[in-house]
């Protein structure tokens, strides 16, 4: 059981946590105006890489706030965490 | 007797009794159950579980592969080793013939569960351990030691070792004291680090009552599992002897060799008294000198090597114990009955070839293949292994960060290394070992892993097969899967492969460390959470009301609900009848409570609820309710309730009771990861609001009498309104909507005052024969009038067209969350499954819910065509027959039509209807 930063809390135990998907896979301005295609990679497709994943947090069972993580998915390592509002950070 | 006068730890001035195998014996404080066994000449405690060949004390600790036994008092308790059994007066076992027996009463001890933080989590209590939490606790750390031993010092508890010309215990006896000093250090034995997890986090169980037997407190628990997460964690945790195997290696009195040493030093035991002493390396020489020292008659050291070390040797000829160099064991003869070893073959092996044999009578071979350091808990962090070749072992290579490897878990052998000192008390100085995985012989007698029975014949089968990884040969053979998980057969099984391969086994490496290092019982890692307490019950504010009136419960998520409440003499089908007969003749009450409920408030939030919710909520006015349904962004129904708007800024949201959490997150999630700029706060008030829906033609009579100065006209109060009002000073909101479409209000109330407004609707309801129903009515009521619950009729694949509300999606709004979906072409199809009613024409049976629909009389051959299936079904006593609601393929356009369902053997015919069977008009509505 990893420990997980919150960017709000700090460090806190995994089970605190509910994992969100991927990150910054924004709501479509204007639905209305998409192919079925379109709209369906917007609901069902989403990128599965081997290594950094940006992706979306919920800090579920503490102060319930949601944040993106960049997470190493064959290593399970957090390698940053950072707030919605905030850019993707530079992580050599 | 093989116990010596005055040595040991234990206390010889006190005996306790025991019966092991319907035998009584005793023994002392401070014994093992081993110790006790082998005090009384008692190697044997067993049967292998496949053979059925003889099996006994192998080791002194939880490493022994063989001693198994079954506990029947205090507490039955199976598969335990004698080794590990902290002896009380009064225990009962027997030895185990392969399976043991779970208790058929229920556990009454307690287990719990603790945490702890530390900057040092130091695992052993060791010459290293100690000398690590010491240096840790001197610099001011918080730090916790645990050691899975009754006492501290480990490896020197077995042996006559020095530290600075005392012996060495006395060193452990200050440390320990030095370290009770410190307020910041915890110390705890009997505690068995038994998982290392990501980033110092440890599992480690505590045995703090089994040792006192019958006389263990009851108010303590009797295990509990300390959950420590640490910044850094020291593994000290030692070594484990292992075997060389050869021909017959697996009868009770074959030992390894520094295990006969323990029993001696800890116990005072002697395991034999006509020893022989098989080596690969030089620790097995103290073993021999030792028990020689204490009166065992040593017959001969064999080792594999060519050269013996000049000191030991030198030490064997002062006692007379001949040095056999270049010699094995090449097999065993056992005594008739217990099968104890009684002599073994012996021959000389050079270059892989046995040469000259002989043959030595004894009762104790004592074996020593070399040392694997304990590296579980490295490993099962991820901590990388190398074979050493020097040691013949697999030793932790490269860093893992936050956890350093201390003592001879790292490979380090001496205790100068292990006590970071100065060598001044180094004993004599070390030379090599020989690695020797098997000697030639017969390999279906060459035991393995004893406690499974597999042989070299095994591995060599599973080779044969084609297996080449130990992984595979571990999961073909069962080598290392038993209660040891292969404490000495692992690394040993691994250099026979190699062998066999003909690779290095420094190439092949080893099986994966797994967590848990030694069983743990489930009702330890259960702890508290059993029972009631397993998962949080959840009652509402008339929970004793309900208990009182004799309901029936019946769980609903974590809630305990009253399912209904039967009169003397009633089953449940005459409960709901009469239940549902009264909503809609006269006048039923409901505990509604456990829905869910959100309080929505802000500027924006009519906004919120226009883009989750299908239809308009923004349009409601300030003192009405508007029923509304939540898609996911596929399009399907996720919850449906009713959205009563409090004031501009403020909405009360009404969800299932079992959506109430999954709407608060899905709501939350919208908010803060797409609409941060919505200002709007959601806020959980289930608890908060007990809900009442009084329901039936008389429902008016009962609320007009609970609020007299509430207009309760049709006109004044209409359907899908609310007022607010007061009881006897409470404040009380009362709404117009119905879940059964009969009138019905619904009266909300803080939850303090719930039972006390509960009491005046039922006074104010009993000149109306009031009937308190449970959810089971609820059901009926609202199936009769197809209103779906959302999880049991519908199932993520349902959109509102398909149950028939097309009235609850916007058509004005440009956009919600799941509109673009409804647009799909497949959303659009007529074949979709769609929410229909169901009468079975017999007018008898009630559907079995989940039961397929099919469209023949008779069943065709397989592959059947499948319609769709039931989702809801009960009896009902308004329409005097049962019926159901169902999801079937263009299920509105076969209304009128006749499909059938299988039932048990049967095929029951039944008309599709609409899903509206009671009151289509919605006449009742007004009362």
């Known amino acids: 059981m990893q420990l997980i930063e919150c960017p709000w809390c700090g460090p806190r135990e995994e089970v605190e946590f509910h994992y969100g998907g991927e990150a910054h896979v924004s709501y479509p301005p204007d639905p209305s105006t998409l192919s079925d295609e379109q709209w369906a990679r917007y609901v069902f497709f989403r990128a599965n890489p081997k290594g950094r994943f940006h992706e979306r947090w919920s800090h579920s069972a503490g102060c319930r706030r949601w944040f993106n993580a960049v997470r190493d998915t064959a290593t399970y390592r957090f390698h940053g965490v950072y707030r919605p509002d905030e850019q993707k950070p530079v992580i050599p | 007797m093989t116990r010596l006068p005055g040595r040991g730890r234990v206390d010889h001035d006190t005996t306790w009794r025991f019966t092991f195998d319907g035998r009584e014996l005793t023994g002392h404080p401070g014994d093992t159950l081993a110790s006790a066994l082998l005090a009384h000449g008692v190697h044997r405690t067993g049967s292998s579980v496949n053979l059925g060949r003889p099996r006994g004390i192998g080791a002194a600790w939880a490493e022994d592969p063989g001693g198994l036994v079954q506990v029947e008092e205090p507490f039955p308790e199976p598969m335990l080793l004698a080794t590990t059994i902290e002896l009380h007066d009064g225990l009962v076992a027997r030895g185990l013939s392969g399976r043991g027996r779970l208790a058929d009463v229920p556990d009454s001890a307690r287990y719990d569960r603790m945490h702890a933080h530390a900057d040092v989590l130091v695992v052993g209590a060791g010459p290293a351990g100690l000398t690590a939490a010491l240096t840790a606790a001197r610099a001011g750390a918080r730090v916790v030691l645990v050691d899975e031993q009754s006492e501290a010092g480990g490896d020197l508890l ?246 350093t490897v201390a003592g001879t878990a790292a490979g380090v052998f001496d205790l100068a290394g292990c006590l970071s000192r100065d060598p001044a008390d180094a004993g004599p100085a070390p030379t090599p070992p020989l690695v020797l995985w098997r000697v030639p012989g017969e390999q279906g007698r060459q035991f393995v892993d004893v406690a499974r029975d597999a042989t070299v014949a095994d591995i060599a089968r599973a080779l044969g097969a084609g297996m080449r990884s130990v992984e595979h040969v571990k999961r073909y053979t069962t080598i290392g899967t038993a209660h040891d998980q292969g404490k000495t057969s692992g690394v040993v099984a691994s250099g026979i492969i190699a062998e066999l391969l003909g690779t290095p086994v420094r190439e092949l490496g080893t099986t994966t460390f797994r967590p848990p290092y030694t069983p743990v019982a489930f009702a330890a890692l259960a702890g508290r959470s059993r029972g009631a307490l397993f998962d949080p019950e959840r009652t509402t504010a008339l929970h004793d009301w309900h208990v009182a009136r004799g309901a ?174 007061t009881v006897d000073g409470v404040p009380v909101r009362i709404a117009r909507v119905s879940f059964s479409g009969e009138l019905a209000y619904e009266v909300n109330v803080n939850a303090w005052y719930a039972p006390a407004v509960w009491e005046r609707l039922l006074d104010a309801g009993r000149p109306h024969d009031i009937t308190p129903y449970g959810t089971e009515t609820m059901h009926v009521l609202r199936a009769e009038k197809g209103y779906p619950i959302i999880g049991q009729d519908t199932d993520g694949t349902v959109a509102p067209y398909d149950l028939g509300m097309a009235w609850a999606v916007s058509r004005k709004k440009s956009d919600f969350v799941g509109k673009r979906s409804f647009a799909r072409v497949e959303n659009r199809n007529p074949l979709r499954k769609q929410l229909v009613g169901l009468l079975p024409l017999d007018r008898a049976t009630v559907l079995p819910e989940g039961s397929q629909i099919i469209g023949t009389d008779t069943l065709p051959e397989p592959p059947v065509p499948m319609l769709g299936h039931v989702t809801s079904s009960y009896r009902s006593a308004e329409l005097g027959r049962p019926f159901a609601l169902a999801l079937v393929r263009a299920g509105r356009d076969r209304i009128g039509q006749t499909l059938h369902v299988p039932v048990g053997g049967d095929l029951v015919a039944v008309e599709v209807t609409g899903s509206v069977l009671v009151d289509p008009e919605g006449a009742r509505r007004d009362g």
């Open chain 2, 158 to 403: 077995g042996t006559a070792d020095r530290i600075a010309g005392a012996p060495a215990l006395d060193w452990v006896s200050a440390a320990v004291a030095e370290l009770r000093s410190y307020p910041d250090v915890r110390h705890l034995q009997r505690t068995t680090a038994f998982g290392h997890y990501d980033d110092g986090f440890v599992l480690a169980l505590e045995r703090r009552t089994g040792h006192l037997g019958l006389a263990a407190p009851r108010h303590v628990s009797r295990q509990r599992v300390w959950r420590i997460r640490a910044r850094e964690v020291v593994v000290a945790t030692g070594a484990h002897e292992r075997p060389v195997v050869f021909c017959d290696n697996d009868r009770p009195g074959i030992m390894l060799a520094s295990g006969a040493r323990t029993f001696l030093h800890r116990y005072g035991v002697r395991a034999g008294c006509d020893a022989v002493v098989f080596t690969t390396g030089d620790s097995a020489y103290a073993s021999a000198v030792d028990l020689a020292d204490a009166g065992t008659r040593v017959h001969a050291v064999l080792d594999a090597r060519a050269e013996a070390p000049a000191y030991w040797r030198a030490e064997c000829e002062r006692r007379g114990i001949p040095v056999r160099t270049g010699h094995v064991v090449t097999g065993t003869e056992g005594t008739e009955g217990t099968g104890r070893v009684s002599a073994v073959s012996t021959a000389t092996l050079r270059d892989g070839v046995l040469g000259e044999a002989a043959r030595i009578e004894c009762d104790l071979l004592l074996v020593s293949g070399g040392w694997n350091p304990a590296v579980h808990l490295f490993s099962q962090a991820g901590g990388r292994l190398r074979f050493d070749n020097g040691l013949g072992a697999f030793v932790p290579s490269g860093e893992l960060p936050g956890v």
């Open chain 2, 552 to 725: 029936v419960f019946e769980d609903v998520g974590q809630w305990k609900r009253p399912r209904y409440y039967p009169r003397p003499g009633e089953d449940m089908d005459a409960a709901v009848l009469r239940e549902s007969r009264a909503a809609r003749r006269g006048v039923g009450i409901l505990d509604g409570s456990t829905l869910g409920k959100i309080d929505v408030q802000g500027p924006d939030a009519a906004v919120l609820l226009d883009r989750i919710y299908t239809n308009l909520m923004s349009s409601l006015r300030p003192g009405m309710v508007r029923y509304g349904v939540i898609c996911g962004v596929d399009g399907m129904v996720l919850d449906d309730g009713t959205v009563l708007r409090v004031a501009e800024d403020r909405f009360l949201v009404y969800t299932t009771t079992g959506g109430a959490a999954t709407v608060l997150d899905w709501m939350e999630e919208w908010l803060q990861t797409e609409w941060p700029e919505l200002r709007v706060h959601l806020t959980s008030v289930t608890e908060q609001w007990a809900t009442f829906p009084v329901v039936g033609p008389r429902s008016r009579d009962v609320i007009a009498a609970l609020a007299p100065q509430v207009d309760c006209s049709a006109g004044a109060f209409p359907f899908m309104a609310w007022r607010d009002t």
